[in-house]
């Protein structure tokens, strides 16, 4: 994911609908914390930090005691960056920042007691999770944790939503070709359109050096306007439609969720929702 995308891509992190389902999981992995021992947490690392929502509701969710003492925000974004600094400035004690990809960043070995990633591994290559996840092996104090999750999986879009899905691309493609826009035959698909299975990713932790914790799944509703906002999302568009211009994609793909959620989605007191899975992986050093 390029900088300007992992920056454009912030509006999502920011709806109520993402907050939600995060929170949820965050108020996990805390609690799996406390009941696995964990009574003191130092530094913690913020991975594809955005603007910050995953560590500002991972510290809203920690204990008095827990006293942290940094946050290390990595991201290869430095606009994302600043805008964090100024978000979390007033909350967070002392915060240092990484202007890197995960797997090329320089992490001081044995020095991290939590590191947190928010629905960012899928953007990767498997070799650079794999990459990524050693690189963070070695920066773990032992007994530390991993936390990350992903929206982006094989059982991320449940069987009764995929007709959703089915609709969207198709007006989305209706509305390329009338605009004249065609679709070039050769095309390199994109990581966000490489959905993995859930034993992937359990798999990937342990290769990496991690102890398996728990995996698990959450259901998120997710609104016409988050939807229009992941769609906006090139990495997304031209996952779906791979080999249309990327621009255009976006555009055709968030213009199509309308008419594809009135026609499928869940109505609630006049709002139309889709359902959308997250998975959690926790692990530790």
Not at 69 to 78: G, K, R, Y
Not at 193 to 222: C, I, M, Q, T, W
Not at 243 to 268: F, N, Q
Request: glycine content about 6%.
């Amino acid at each position: 994911m390029s900088e300007q995308e992992s920056y454009v891509y912030e509006p999502f992190a920011e709806t109520e609908e993402y907050k939600k389902v995060n929170g949820e999981i965050i108020t996990e992995w805390v609690d799996l914390m406390i009941d696995r021992g964990t009574e003191r947490v130092d530094k913690i690392v913020d991975i594809a930090t955005g603007v910050g929502t995953m560590v500002q509701l991972f510290v809203s969710k920690l204990p008095e005691q827990f006293n942290y003492s940094e946050i290390v925000c990595l991201d290869q974004s430095a606009e994302a960056l600043k805008r964090a600094a100024e978000k979390l400035e007033k909350i967070v004690p002392a915060m240092s920042f990484i202007n890197a990809k995960i797997q090329d960043a320089e992490i001081e070995k044995q020095s991290i007691d939590v590191v947190i990633w928010g629905n960012g591994i899928h953007y990767l290559t498997q070799e650079e999770q794999v990459e990524s996840l050693i690189n963070i092996r070695k920066g773990m104090k032992e007994g530390g944790w991993l936390f990350f999750n992903t929206a982006f999986y094989e059982g991320s879009r449940p069987q009764d939503t995929l007709s959703f899905y089915r609709t969207q691309v198709k007006k989305a493609v209706q509305s390329l070709h009338k605009r004249g826009i065609k679709r070039e035959r050769e095309h390199k698909r994109a990581e966000a359109a490489s959905f993995h299975p859930r034993d992937h990713y359990e798999e990937l932790v342990l290769s990496a050096g991690f102890k398996l914790v728990e995996a698990k799944e959450y259901a998120a509703s997710l609104s016409k306007e988050a939807w229009e906002y992941i769609s906006s999302f090139q990495q997304y568009a031209s996952g779906a439609l791979g080999g249309y211009p990327v621009e255009e994609a976006s555009i055709a793909m968030r213009d199509a969720v309308e008419p594809a959620i009135i026609e499928h989605g869940r109505e609630e007191n006049g709002t139309f929702f889709v359902t959308r899975n997250w998975l959690s992986v926790c692990a530790s050093a």
